[in-house]
C-alpha cells in the first residue's frame, strides 16, 4: 500500500509540474512533449492541456490519500489509461512526438499496469475492510461462521 501510496504522490506531483509549464509557458510543452510538431501547440492548448492534467494531479492525491475507496481508486486508474491512450496515438499515430517527447508521460502513465498488481492488495483489503464491518455488527456467537452457516441458523 505505501509503494502505492507513494507513487501516486509522485505522479502527482510531476503532473503538477507539467500543470505550472502548460499554463505559464507551453511553448515548453511544445519543445518537450510535442516536439516533432511543435507548431501545433498553442496558448489555448496548453491551458487545455493545464486544466486537464490538474484533474489528474486532483485524483493522484485523492487516491493516494484515499487508498482503500474503490471508485476514486477506479477513476484514477482510467485517467492513466487515458493518458496512456493520447501519448500512444500521438506518437504512433499522428507522429506528432518522438520517442524522448513521449517517453517520460508514457512511462508515467504506463506504469500504473505494473501499479494494477498491487491493486489486487487494495481490492481484497476493501473486500476484508468491507466484510468486518458487517462482522462487527453482528451478536458474538455469530462472528467468525460462514455464510451458510449464518443462513442454515
Known amino acids: 500500500m505505501k509503494a502505492l ?15 505550472t509549464q502548460s499554463f505559464t509557458n507551453p511553448s515548453i510543452i511544445a519543445e518537450r512533449v510535442y516536439d516533432l510538431q511543435p507548431e501545433l501547440v498553442h496558448g489555448m492548448y ?47 499515430v499522428f507522429k506528432t512526438c518522438s520517442i524522448a517527447g513521449a517517453g517520460s508521460p508514457f512511462v508515467v502513465a504506463s506504469k500504473i499496469l505494473w501499479n494494477r ?4 492488495n487494495v481490492r481484497t483489503s476493501i473486500l476484508a475492510r468491507h466484510f468486518y464491518h458487517l462482522d ?17 441458523s
Do not use: D, M
Open 5 to 19: 501510496q507513494g507513487w501516486l504522490y509522485f505522479a502527482g506531483a510531476l503532473r503538477l509540474f507539467a500543470v
Open 46 to 92: 496548453g491551458r487545455l492541456f493545464g486544466a486537464w492534467t490538474s484533474i489528474t494531479v486532483l485524483l493522484c492525491f485523492l487516491c493516494a490519500r484515499n487508498i482503500h475507496s474503490r471508485p476514486i481508486y477506479q477513476a484514477t486508474l482510467g485517467s492513466f489509461f487515458v493518458a496512456l491512450g493520447h501519448f500512444a496515438s500521438e506518437y504512433f
Open 117 to 120: 498488481s498491487l491493486s489486487q
Open 136 to 152: 462487527a455488527g453482528r451478536v458474538p456467537e455469530e462472528r467468525g461462521k460462514g455464510i451458510e452457516e449464518r443462513h442454515l
